[in-house]
């Protein structure tokens, strides 16, 4: 686009590697790698020798997953409070070309086939349009693929590809509603800034229904957490699906068009898509439906214990277990512990209420013994979903939200 000021991602990235791995003290080059793959715990033995940490230009020390594209996700320590700090945010691209973008010349074109006019909005008129806030949780479809037996190909995401923020913007919906969509409109289609520096990698180009566009809590956000949003989790403005898996957050949105015939392209198709049938997932993109595949829609329940690590020692005696819980947008019911390897359970106690979308925390008071304690966890939603006792297999990785299972030695 040739009003961006483009800056190449590698040109203003502070590519440190290790900062925080400096507060380990001396360690050899061995030593710390294998102590960055200590903060992704679960990952298939191996994995580990080649996981590092790295520092982006204002972001804390991530684990560098690639380079080019940039994917690196957060450690458990991040996932700690039920807000992710936007400098601990997971960052996730499949394309290599990140422009810089000045906000004062940003547009996005908004029109398609199924609208009835042609727009551009500028940042100040996304700023001067009625905003709302959502707090919700942008989870990786792929979170948690490095944990997959057997291993399948992509980013060996472990548990730290997701995090909550408190979203601002306009509407989709008022967006659309200035250029107006036609009865026959199905989807619309999204594009963003980033571009592929080979060029055999086709442009990253998303769609939504057009049930899920017109939702009242799917936004154009250009704050995250009451700031701009960082570089890269997508300056100056990005699209918010609140319950929906985050490939579908289009960052340094450019396009919005209405379409009256579903999007193509590779990431429609063959990617981003799960077998029909599989997950216990109810919102439907009936438009790009085959017989065998479907694409990705929201997320399923989930849970993930952030106090510990498989392993940790405690001390024996009164042990406060927690972590947070979420699913694709009917809001957490119960989480449940057991102790004694899924036999019996017990309910944890919830935290604040931030919304349906939204990190809620949970915390268990075990009762460590000397020896091994272990702590299984399961969360359920308002409709009664659950977390799976075994992984339900894709070949993609996706969905993964199997029960986690730690020891903890007293
Ligand atoms: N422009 C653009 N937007 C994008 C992507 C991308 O590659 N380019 N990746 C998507 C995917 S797959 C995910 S999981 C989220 C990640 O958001 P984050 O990088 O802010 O954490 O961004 C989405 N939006
Ligand atoms: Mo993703």
């Known amino acids: 686009m040739s009003h961006l000021n483009r800056r190449h991602f590698l040109g203003s990235t502070v590519a440190a590697g290790a900062a ?12 710390t790698l294998s102590a960055a793959a200590e903060l992704t715990p679960g990952l298939p033995a191996g994995l580990g020798s080649y996981v590092t940490m790295a520092t982006l230009l204002g972001k804390k020390p991530l684990i560098q997953l690639a380079d080019r594209p940039p994917n690196y996700e957060s450690p458990l320590e991040y996932l700690r409070t039920p807000i992710t700090p936007n400098d601990e945010f997971f960052i996730r691209y499949h394309l290599s070309d990140i422009p810089e973008i000045d906000a004062k010349t940003y547009k996005i074109a908004v029109g398609g086939d199924g609208a009835n006019h ?3 909005i500028n940042f100040d008129d996304l700023k001067k349009m009625p905003a709302v806030e959502v707090v919700a949780v942008n ?10 037996t057997p291993h399948v190909a992509g980013v060996q995401w472990g548990y730290g590809a997701m995090g909550c923020a408190r979203w601002k913007g306009p509407r989709l919906k008022d967006i659309l509603d200035k250029v107006g969509v036609k009865a026959e409109a199905i989807e619309v289609g999204l594009n963003g800034a980033d571009g592929p520096a080979v060029d055999k990698t086709p442009d990253f180009i998303k769609s939504i229904p057009l049930w899920k566009a017109m939702d009242e809590n799917t936004i154009v956000a250009y704050e995250m957490n009451g700031q701009p949003l960082p570089h890269l989790n997508g300056f100056p403005a990005r699209l918010i699906v609140p319950g929906w898996t985050g490939t579908y957050w289009m960052k340094h949105l450019t396009n919005i068009d209405v379409l009256t015939k579903p999007q193509g392209g ?3 198709n063959p990617a981003y898509r799960i077998p029909v049938g599989r997950f216990p997932v109810r919102d439907r993109f009936i438009t790009q ?12 329940v989930n849970s993930l214990i952030t106090s510990h690590r498989d392993g940790d020692k405690v001390k024996p005696g009164k ?8 699913d694709g947008g009917y809001g957490i019911r119960t989480v449940e512990v057991s102790t004694d390897g899924g036999k019996t359970w017990t309910t944890a106690s919830l935290g604040r209420d931030r919304g349906r979308y939204a990190f809620r925390p949970w915390s268990f008071v075990l009762t460590a013994k000397k020896g091994k304690n272990t702590v299984t966890v ?3 939603n308002r409709i009664g979903q659950s ?14 939200n199997v029960m986690q299972d730690i020891t903890l030695n007293g």
């Open 139 to 148: 989870q990786c479809s792929g979170n948690r693929r490095g944990l997959s």
């Open 20 to 31: 925080l791995l400096g507060g380990l003290g001396r360690l050899t080059q061995a030593q």
């Open 378 to 380: 399961n969360a359920t």
């Open 387 to 400: 977390q799976t006792a075994e992984l339900i297999f894709n070949p993609a990785g996706y969905h993964n």
């Open 266 to 268: 590779f990431w429609m």
């Open 289 to 300: 439906e085959n017989a065998i595949s479907t694409p990705i829609t929201e997320m399923v």
């Open 118 to 120: 042609q727009a551009e």
């Open 319 to 326: 042990v406060t277990v927690n972590g947070m819980a979420w």
